[in-house]
């Protein structure tokens, strides 16, 4: 549906956007995941036509757009300050938009109920735009852009102004709409939850360059590097000496864990005979009593942290040169193991993934 094709944004000297390449399949939750200032906003204005790539080519459904504007592209945008008319009501903002089609008076009423109705906004049509709470305003702004009926919805961190129970909410309805609806949704946030929960697939973006686009689960269990396994929630980083390097897989030696043979990753660059492995603090178990594993490691816990359902213990393994960070549930008492108190963990060893610098 949209084809990135070596795409740079450039000011003066500086690459906003650099050689981004990138496909987007119709009907799919698609994200741009990435910290501020990463590039991602200007890669979404270039999609929906309020910016223009200072080289390369943006494709929507086959055509080139250069030259196109936006209000004669496929796209509609949802921006994050929602941009609602203040001095309209509900049904008056969504209809905005559908002026310049002339439909007549009831095909207009028709698609703008059925609008509200896909955004669970019907019977409020009639409500001021400045009586709405925030959810309600995110709801109208999605209406607005979903009336026009675009073949891809583009939407700038749609959830950004959302307390955290709200945003959690609408994220579920959002997916629930994008599949109902079935048309394309493009998503930029820095918050890697939401990319995780809501998307098909996600382009993970830093300093301008895509450093991945992957499914959400291999985002998370193969990052491809330490930067993208970092932003993407907590990770154990490991030193090894490698010890076989084939087409395929890493094998390698570290300290705690003995030796271990990984799948390699594609960007992996080979760098003397060291590599990072990365464990993910979920993947380590803690061990109690006299359970035993076939894989675990020995420490001593040197701090603790308590989340409510999780404790984040931190543990210290003779041979590794930081500790290692345990997120464990607290159903049989991780919230207890006393700082000091000797402590086994156990691992699969397909958990330790090799990660490119
Ligand atoms: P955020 O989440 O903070 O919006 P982002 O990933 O969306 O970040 P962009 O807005 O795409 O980031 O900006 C990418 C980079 O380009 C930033 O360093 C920004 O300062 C720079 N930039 C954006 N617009 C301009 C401009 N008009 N002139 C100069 N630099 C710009």
């Known amino acids: 549906m949209i084809e990135i094709a070596d795409v740079t944004r450039s000011y003066g000297a500086f690459k906003a956007l650099d050689s981004a390449s990138l496909t987007i399949r119709e009907g799919e939750f698609f994200s741009l995941l990435g910290p501020s200032g990463c590039g991602k906003t200007t890669l979404l204005r270039m999609i929906a036509g309020f910016d223009t790539p200072t080289s390369g080519r943006i494709l929507i459904d086959g055509q080139p757009m250069d030259g196109i504007p936006p209000n004669r592209r496929p796209t509609n945008m949802v921006f994050q300050s929602y941009a609602i008319f203040p001095h309209l009501n509900v049904e008056q903002n969504v209809a905005y938009g559908l002026k310049r089609l002339r439909l007549d008076a009831r095909e207009e009423k028709r698609r703008v109920d059925e609008a509200l109705a896909q955004v669970s906004l019907a019977g ?31 939407l700038d961190e749609p959830l950004s102004a959302l307390d955290k129970k709200l945003r959690e909410q609408m994220q579920v309805e959002l997916r629930h709409l994008q599949r109902t609806v079935g048309i394309t949704f493009v998503l930029v946030t820095h918050d890697q939850y939401e990319a995780l929960a809501m998307s098909d697939r996600i382009a993970v973006m830093f300093g301008g360059r895509i450093a991945q686009v992957a499914a959400p689960k291999e985002i998370y269990q193969q990052p491809t590097n330490r930067q993208v396994a970092d932003f993407l929630g907590g990770m154990n980083f490991i030193q090894a000496e490698i010890v076989d390097d084939d087409s395929g897989s890493l094998t390698v030696d570290t300290m705690a864990f003995g030796r271990v043979t990984t799948e390699k990753p594609k960007a992996f660059v080979r760098n003397g005979s060291g590599a990072t492995l990365g464990i993910r603090p979920e993947r380590l178990r803690v061990l109690w009593d006299d359970a ?26 003779p041979g590794l040169e930081k500790p290692l960070s345990v997120s464990e549930t607290n159903n049989f008492g991780a919230d207890d193991i006393p700082v000091g108190a000797p402590i086994r963990l156990a691992y699969d060893p397909e958990a330790l993934v090799a990660l490119a610098d």
């Open 124 to 154: 409020l049509g009639k409500r001021g735009a400045t009586e709405l709470s925030g959810g309600q305003r995110q709801r109208v702004a999605l209406a607005r852009a979903l009336v026009m009926r675009p073949k891809v919805l583009l």
């Open 292 to 317: 035993r594993a076939k894989f675990e490691v020995a420490g001593t816990v040197v701090d603790r942290h308590y989340f409510g359902e999780i404790t984040h213990l931190i543990v210290e393994v």
